[in-house]
Each structure stands twice: as C-alpha cells, then as structure tokens.
C-alpha cells in the first residue's frame, strides 16, 4: 500500500460511510466519505482540447447550486421550477426525469429565499433520501417514488433563521440519527431518521446562526462528534447528545458567510473562509471534561470561499480566492499557487483534481505539491448567466457538472468503457 494511500484511508476513518453501496457511488454531498475524495481509479489523466465526451446534458433540473447526488442508476437533485422548489430523480444513461417531487411552494428568485434557488445535495441511504430546501424544509423520501415519508422546518418548528442566500447545507445521517442546523438556540437538531422525531437539540453558545457549510463527522479520540462551521466559529458537539464541547472562531469571516465544510484528520481541524479573512488549523485533544481546541497556525492564503478544499496525502488543495493553491496540512506552508481556471470548486479523483471555475472552465489538474501540472480543460457548453457553484462530481467513470437548469454528463473512463 503506497504512503498516499495509508494517508487517504486515515482521511476517511471517521467519515460517515454507507454500506451496500459501489465504490462508485456519490451518496450525499463531497462523496461517501463527505471529503471530496471520489474512490473511483482508472479515469483518464488527460483530456483532449475539447475536453472528455459528453454523453448527454439535460434541462429542467430547475435553478439551483446544488450540487447532485449519484447512488446507482439514479441520480438525485434539487432545483426551483417556477417558483416551486422541487426534488428530483434522474436516469444516469439519459438524464431525464424518473420522478420529480415538489416540496415548497411560493419560493421566489430573491435574496430573503435564497438567490438564484436550491443549494443543498440529497443524502442518500439505502431506499431512503433526505434533503434539505433553501427555506429550511427538512426532507425524507422514499428513492424508488419519491413519496414525502416525513418532513420537517427549521425555521417553523426550531427557531432558524433562513440566512441571507437560504439554507445551504447538506443533511448528515449519523447512526439512526439525521444532522440538521437550524441556527440560533438550537443551534444543531438530530432528528431520528426513520420518524423524525427530534433526539437532541444542541445550544452552541456566540454567534450561531447557520452558515452555508455542511457538517462532518471527527473521531477524536474515541469521541464521536459533529463538527459544522457557524456563523462565528467552527464547532463540535457530541454526536450522541449534542453537548457542546468545543469552538475554534479565527476561521469564521467577520461577515458570518461560512460555505466550505471543514477539513478533519488524526485529531485535527482546518476550515477557512473568503472576505479578507483566511483558514486555521486546531488540534482538538481530549480532556477529562470535555475536548480542547488550540490553534497549531492561522492563513492569510487560503481565504477559500465555497469552492471546498480536499486533503490528499499531507497537502490541502483548494482555491485561495482566485488561486488554486497546495498547502501542507500541518504547518500551512505555501508549496505552490497557480492562477488555474480562477475562482472555483475542486474534487479529487485517482490522482487528479477536477477544478471547476464559477465562470465555467472545467481543468483537469495533477495532484501533487511537486508543481502545478494542467492536464487539460475545456468550456462547459449551455453556461447560464450564474456563477458554477455546484461542484464537480465523479461516478461510476462519469463527470457530472450542475450549471442551474442543465446536467452535464461526461465519460472520463480511460479508454471510453
């Protein structure tokens, strides 16, 4: 086993992970280990000047920055048709609808719903889904029809507040548990999954409003917690009772406009935020009354915004503004800084990064601190007028690309099979 591959599998040991699944499968937001890590190997690593083929795109996804979720030969979205929010699920071979089911309606195109529509990516387990709409509508489904099982609000029933560009955040499935952040006094819900009856409710104390990240789960010591990036801080919480534990705020901007899911490994926590602000790395150790969180260094050159970051080996990799930039984990070193495709989101996939810039260039990059080698772009056709936010995902040899209203599908599998 090479030393990158000890390494990406420390990486992944307290991620959540579904079982019954192909190693192929993107189940919920960032992939089965919620890293941006995909396990997929024998892709191509390089592309012609056109770029790989395109198998199909489809229209009428609706308008949103969610990213998809690929579990199967079903891919799963969000998006706002009209002024509806709906749910939705695709053929992986053709990209048309198999069911497509409305959860809110009265969603408007404006800053107090959530801006250009839908952010969140649905979870997925086994033949049930759970997704969350951009006014804070907590969603159950059932994946063969997408039958309603059971919903919830979190501004209704928990007190949230839905932040300036709506709910953004991908629900977590923990255990028999569903992790949700409404914001505020209850700050974190657990939901029971099957019902979803409320377990515990957690009250982060500062400013804890709900940002736009996604939580994780972090092993720390044989402490099982959720770690989400608030308004004002990143947070943990104990994952059976939501019990504070700890806070680390120097990442947090001074806006409160938190989008990246933060980065944990081998009792250490790295998150980061645009705004003249920046990304710090804690060591969180644990303690006979609780857990610790001390800062190991603070950045001024990762101010990552929402393109997310991925660690791969002992490097960061993720877009300081408009740079693509490779960091030591640990010391915050600047190995390299390229301008890459500008401003944007990345994945990582058998050896490559796949950066995709909110202006819609799409760049194959190796993924190593050795030096910035490009491997190939191209341009996404049918752009809309929006940033790309949504970002790239790969399954089962296919590369996914969400631009608004329209999925792109393309065949990234060395030799074309």
Known sequence: MSLLTVALVTATLAAPRFTSLAPTDSPQFRGADRTGISKETGLLKSWPTTGPKLLWSAKGCGDAHATPSIVGN??????????????????????????????A????????????GSRSTPTVEGNR???????GDVICQDTATGAIVWRRNMVKEFGGRVPTWG????????????????GGAKSIVALNKKSGEQVWVSNVPGRNDASYS???????????QIVQFLAGAVVGVEAATGKFLWNYDAPACKQGINCSAPIYRDGYVFAASAYQNGGGLAKLTKTATGTTAEQ???????????????????????????????????????VWTDRSVGKGSVTFADGMLICRSERG?????????????????????????????????????KLYIRDMDVLLCYDVKAGGK
């Open 74 to 103: 079903r891919i799963y979205g969000l998006g706002l048709r009209g002024d509806d929010e709906v749910i939705w699920a695709k053929d992986v071979k053709t990209g048309k609808d198999i069911w497509a089911t409305p959860i």
């Open 105 to 116: 309606k009265g969603i408007k195109l404006d800053a107090a719903q959530g801006g250009y």
């Open 129 to 135: 889904m759970y997704s969350i709409g951009v006014a």
């Open 296 to 334: 190991v260094y603070f950045t001024k050159e990762m101010q990552n915004h929402h393109g997310g970051m991925v660690l791969v080996g002992d490097y960061i990799y993720g877009f300081d503004n408009s740079n693509l930039t490779c960091m030591e984990f640990k010391t915050g070193k600047v």
């Open 361 to 397: 260039p799409v760049a194959l990059v190796e993924a190593t601190p050795a030096k910035y080698t490009e491997l190939g772009r191209f341009e996404q056709p049918e752009r809309s007028t929006a940033p790309s936010w949504p970002y790239p995902v790969v399954s089962n040899g």
């Open 167 to 182: 709910y953004s955040e991908s629900a977590l499935i923990d255990g028999n548990n569903v992790i949700v952040t409404p």
């Open 214 to 224: 996604s939580a994780i789960i972090a092993d720390v010591t044989g402490s099982r």
